[in-house]
C-alpha cells in the first residue's frame, strides 16, 4: 500500500474506504484505533471477518462539505460542552457523493451481505485509554443505505455528552480527534464474549479469563447479560481450566434474517462453549498478545466452532499480581464493601464512618491517606476496592507510647458507656432523626447531611479515649494466661460480652415469641410472604398493634446496615420487610435454647481453679484484668453500631434531594443520586440553571453507563486465599474461621432481602456478613463466606456460637446451592458432601 507524505492512501476511493487487510498499527490516524488494531491482525493471520475502514477522510470531507466544525466550536465553547445540537447535525446531514461512492463501492467487493459497522476513534484503544463504549456500533446491518446510514450514526456518536467528558478526563483535544468506522462481514456467533490475556483483577499475567454467553457479543460487551466465566491457567503442558462459573443468561441477542437484532429473554440456552475452544481460544489470546507485546483485552465470536475476533485493544489499567498482604487486605474489603460502591458512598458517607478509626492512628502517630484515594477509578466510580491500606508513620510515633499509658490511666474502659460524649452523640442524632426533611429548604438539607456525616468522629473520640485502657489490659490478660499454661482461652475469656448486637437479637426473638403465642399473629405470618406482611399487619387489629411493637424495634436497632460502608443500601428501617422475614422464618422454627453457662464463664472458672489463682492477689489481680479486657470487642461492637446510626438520616437526606433532582428533570429516578459525589451535591445551586441541570443529568447519565460497563467483570480478586491443598472431594475450600464440624442443608443468602429463607440447622452460605446478619447466626448449624478472615465478623459471631464457619471461599455463593447436604469442616476449611469421609 502506498502513502502520501500526509499519510493519506493512494487514489479517491482507496482514501474513502480502505480494505481492512491493506491497513496496519501505523495507521492510526487513518483507521482509528479499532481499525487499525484490526488490519495489523489480518496481516498477521489472525482470524478476523474480511471487511474495509470508512477512513478519517471520509469524515473530514463529510465534516467539510457539510461546515459541521462550526456547530463543534459552538458546542465545545460551553461552559458544559453538550453534544445534542452537534448530534442532530451530524444525523441529518448528507454523505458527500464520492464518499457514499467509495463506501458502496468497498460494500459491493464485500459481497454485500450483513455487516458489523464499528465506531473506530483515532484515540481509542489506547494503553492509557481504551474508551471502550464511548461510540456507538451496529450489528447485522443489510443493504447500502442502512450502511451509508449505520455510519453516519457512528460519526454522530463522536460528539455524545458521554464522549465528549471521557475526552476532556483523559485530557485528549476535542478538535483534534477524528472517526473511522470499521465494517466487517457479520459472524452470526453461537456464542461470543470477550477474553483478558491477563486476569485484570489480579494482575496475573498467566491467566486468562473469558467472558461468553449465547449469542452476539453485544450482550456481553454492554453488561446487559451476567455471562459464563472461565479463568485458564497457563501450565507446562499447556491451558487448563482453574475455574468456572455458570452465568444467568438474562438476554441473548440474535441476528434478524432481515437486518437488525433481536432480544430474547427468559430463554437461556443450557449448552456452553466446550473445554476445547474454550482452550483454542485460551492460545489464541496468548499469540494475540505476544503479536502487540502486552497483554489484551479481546473480543471474540464463535460460529459453527469457528473463533474470529472483531475486536483487540490493550487491557488498561492492569494491576501488578497481588502479593499476600495485599491479598488479605483485599479479604477485608471484600467483607466490608461486597459490592461495588457508588460515588456518593466513597465520598460522603465512607470518609465518615472510617472517622472512627482514624482517632486511634492519629493517637499512635500513623497518617491514613484521605479515604477515596485508596480507590481505583475515576470520577467517583471505583474500578475494584482498595488493595493496600498503609498508614505512614509521623513525627509523632515517638510519643505513642506516653499517649497509650496516659489515655489508659485516664480513660476506665469499663465506665466508657457514661462518657458524655456518648450522651451528646445520641442526642444529635435522636434530634437529626426527628426533622421533617420534606419540609426543609435545599440548604437545610445540606446542612443535615452534612450534620449526620459529622457525628461519627465523636465515636472515633470515644475509642481514642477507652481502647488503650481495653487494649493493655487484654496484653496484660494474655501474659497472665500464658504463665498458667492457658493462652489458648483468651479469645473465649473476651467472647460473649454484652453488647447491642445481642440485644438486638433478643429483641428479635422476644418479637418472635409473640407470634408464636398468638395464633392470629402465627396465621397472619403463615399466610403471606415477607413482602407482603407489613400491609397484612395494618389491616389486622392484633397485626396493627403487633407493628408498634416493631416500630419501637426498628427505633432502637433498625439503624443495621446491609453493608458497613455503603449508604446507597437500605437499611432495616428503610426496608422492614427484611426484618419480618426474619420474623417469619423465626417464628416457625422452636425456640432456640438458652446454654446453662455462658463459655467465657466455664473458661473463667477453669482459669480460677489453677493453683496460682486460689491466693488471694493473683486471683484479684486476674479478676480485674479481666474485666477490663473483656470491654474491647463491646467497645468495638457498640461503637459500630452508634456509629452507623447516622446510616438512615443520610440515606433519607441525599433520598429526598434526589426527589427533588428528578422533579425538575435532573435525574430519572431518585436513587440516581448515589451516583453524584459529595462535592456534585455540594455545588448544586438551587434550584439550578436549565444549563446546570442538563449538565448534571449528562454526567450522572456518563456515570450510569460507567458503572454498567464495569458491573461486566469481577470487583474482587477472585483468587484470595485459594487453598492449594484442597481435598479431592471438596465441593469449596477456604480458610478456617471457627472450629468444629456440622452437616446441614445448603442456604444461600445473598442479601439481606433473602434473610427469611433460612431455617433452624441450616448451612449459611453468605458472600459475607455484618452485625446485621447476626440473629441468622441463631439458627445456622456452620457458616460458609465468600471473603472475610478468621479476624472478620462471620468467624467471630460463629466462634462466638459454638458453629463451625469457613472463610474466604471466593465462590462458595456460586457453587453451592439451596437444598444440598453438605459438611462443613471449619477446623481445615472445607465444604465436603455430606456422604463424603474427605
Not at 465512607?350 to 482514624?358: G, H, Q
Not at 392470629?520 to 396493627?544: T, Y
Request: charged content about 20%; proline content about 7%; overall charge negative.
Amino acid at each position: 500500500m502506498e502513502h502520501h507524505p500526509s499519510g493519506k492512501v493512494e487514489g479517491v476511493h482507496q482514501e474513502f474506504a480502505v480494505e481492512l487487510g491493506k491497513i496496519s498499527a501505523d495507521d492510526l490516524a487513518l483507521a482509528g484505533g479499532k481499525g487499525a488494531n484490526l488490519g495489523e491482525l489480518i496481516r498477521a493471520r489472525f482470524p478476523v471477518p474480511a471487511g474495509f475502514v470508512v477512513t478519517t477522510a471520509a469524515y473530514d470531507r463529510f465534516v467539510a462539505q457539510n461546515r459541521l466544525n462550526d456547530a463543534i466550536d459552538t458546542a465545545l465553547a460551553e461552559a458544559e460542552p453538550q453534544g445534542g445540537e452537534v448530534r442532530a447535525a451530524f444525523k441529518s446531514a448528507p454523505i458527500p457523493s464520492e464518499v457514499e461512492r467509495s463506501i458502496i463501492d468497498a460494500y459491493q467487493q464485500l459481497g454485500e451481505g450483513a455487516v458489523a459497522v464499528r465506531s473506530s476513534a483515532t484515540a481509542e484503544d489506547l494503553p492509557g485509554a481504551a474508551f471502550a463504549g464511548q461510540q456507538d456500533s451496529y450489528l447485522n446491518i443489510v443493504g447500502s443505505e442502512s450502511l451509508l446510514d449505520a455510519v453516519r450514526q457512528c460519526w454522530a456518536s463522536l460528539w455524545t455528552d458521554r464522549a465528549i467528558a471521557y475526552r476532556a478526563h483523559q485530557g485528549i483535544g476535542q478538535q483534534t480527534i477524528k472517526l473511522a468506522a470499521v465494517v466487517q462481514q457479520m459472524v452470526m456467533a453461537d456464542f461470543a464474549g470477550v477474553m483478558f490475556t491477563a486476569n485484570p483483577i489480579t494482575g496475573e499475567r498467566k491467566e486468562t479469563v473469558i467472558d461468553a454467553s449465547p449469542g452476539l457479543g453485544e450482550a456481553v460487551v454492554s453488561g446487559q447479560v451476567t455471562p459464563d466465566q472461565v479463568i485458564l491457567r497457563k501450565g507446562r503442558f499447556g491451558w487448563h481450566i482453574t475455574e468456572r462459573r455458570a452465568g444467568r443468561r438474562e438476554v441473548i441477542i440474535r441476528a434478524l434474517s432481515g437486518g437488525g437484532t433481536e432480544h430474547i429473554t427468559g430463554g437461556a440456552e443450557s449448552d456452553s462453549l466446550p473445554d476445547s475452544v474454550l482452550r483454542n481460544l485460551a492460545r489464541l489470546g496468548a499469540r494475540i498478545e505476544q503479536h502487540f507485546g502486552r497483554p489484551q483485552d479481546v473480543e471474540w465470536a464463535c460460529a459453527d466452532g469457528r473463533l474470529f475476533i472483531v475486536q483487540a485493544r490493550p487491557i488498561t489499567a492492569l494491576p501488578e499480581p497481588l502479593s499476600t498482604p495485599e491479598r488479605l487486605v483485599g479479604n477485608l474489603m471484600g467483607e466490608m464493601l461486597p459490592t461495588r460502591p457508588y460515588p456518593l458512598d466513597v465520598t460522603a458517607w465512607m470518609p465518615a464512618l472510617f472517622s472512627l478509626i482514624e482517632p486511634v492512628f492519629r493517637m499512635v502517630g500513623m497518617a491514613m491517606p484521605p479515604f477515596q484515594d485508596m480507590f481505583s477509578g475515576e470520577d467517583g466510580i471505583s474500578e475494584r476496592p482498595p488493595q493496600s491500606i498503609e498508614p505512614k508513620p509521623t513525627l509523632a510515633v515517638a510519643l505513642a507510647p506516653f499517649r497509650i499509658i496516659g489515655a489508659a490511666l485516664r480513660y476506665d474502659p469499663r465506665r466508657w458507656q457514661d462518657d458524655p460524649l456518648l450522651a451528646k452523640y445520641l442526642s444529635r442524632t435522636c434530634e437529626l432523626e426527628a426533622r421533617d426533611l420534606a419540609s426543609l429548604t435545599w440548604e437545610q438539607l445540606l446542612d443535615t447531611f452534612h450534620d449526620a456525616l459529622a457525628i461519627p468522629n465523636l465515636l472515633g473520640e470515644i475509642r481514642r479515649r477507652y481502647f488503650p485502657g481495653a487494649g493493655l489490659a487484654l496484653l496484660r490478660l494474655r501474659a497472665i494466661l500464658g504463665v498458667i499454661g492457658k493462652a489458648n482461652l483468651t479469645g473465649v475469656l473476651i467472647s460473649g460480652t454484652e453488647n447491642q448486637t445481642i440485644a438486638a437479637n433478643r429483641a428479635l426473638e422476644a418479637l418472635a415469641a409473640r407470634i408464636r403465642s398468638d395464633p392470629a399473629l402465627a396465621e397472619i405470618f403463615e399466610r403471606h410472604d415477607s413482602a407482603n406482611l407489613w400491609a397484612a399487619l395494618e389491616a389486622n387489629p392484633v397485626g396493627h398493634a403487633f407493628l408498634d411493637e416493631v416500630r419501637s424495634f426498628l427505633y432502637y436497632y433498625g439503624h443495621r446496615e446491609a453493608a458497613p460502608l455503603l449508604v446507597s443500601t437500605p437499611t432495616w428501617k428503610d426496608a422492614p420487610e427484611v426484618v419480618l422475614g426474619m420474623l417469619k422464618a423465626f417464628a416457625q422454627a422452636e425456640p432456640q435454647p438458652h446454654a446453662q453457662k455462658p463459655s467465657w464463664e466455664a473458661a473463667r472458672d477453669e482459669v480460677l481453679a489453677r493453683p496460682l489463682m486460689r491466693l488471694a492477689i493473683p486471683r484479684r489481680i486476674f479478676l480485674s484484668v479481666l474485666e477490663r479486657a473483656r470491654t474491647t470487642l463491646q467497645i468495638r461492637e457498640d461503637t459500630h453500631f452508634y456509629g452507623t446510626m447516622g446510616m438512615p438520616i443520610v440515606r433519607r437526606t441525599v433520598l429526598e434531594m434526589g426527589r427533588r433532582l428528578a422533579g425538575i428533570g435532573v435525574l430519572d429516578a431518585p436513587e440516581e443520586v448515589f451516583h453524584l459525589t459529595r462535592h456534585d451535591l455540594e455545588s448544586i445551586a438551587w434550584p439550578p440553571s436549565p444549563q446546570a441541570a442538563e449538565a448534571l443529568h449528562g454526567m450522572v447519565q456518563h456515570r450510569i453507563e460507567r458503572r454498567a460497563e464495569l458491573e461486566r467483570r469481577p470487583y474482587h480478586d477472585p483468587r484470595r486465599l485459594r487453598r492449594t491443598d484442597s481435598p479431592a472431594d471438596a465441593l469449596v475450600s477456604g480458610t478456617p474461621g471457627s472450629p468444629g464440624v456440622a452437616e446441614g442443608t445448603v442456604r444461600v443468602i445473598h442479601d439481606q432481602s433473602e434473610f427469611g429463607k433460612l431455617r433452624a440447622g441450616d448451612v449459611l452460605v453468605a458472600p459475607f456478613t455484618n452485625p446485621a446478619w447476626t440473629p441468622l447466626f441463631q439458627r445456622a448449624v456452620a457458616v460458609v463466606v465468600d471473603s472475610g478472615g478468621a479476624a472478620s465478623h462471620a468467624a467471630i459471631v460463629a466462634r462466638e456460637y459454638g458453629i463451625p464457619a469457613v472463610m474466604a471461599t471466593t465462590d462458595g455463593t456460586h457453587i453451592l446451592t439451596d437444598g444440598q447436604h453438605v459438611r462443613v469442616d471449619g477446623s481445615q476449611g472445607f465444604v465436603l458432601a455430606a456422604n463424603s469421609h474427605g
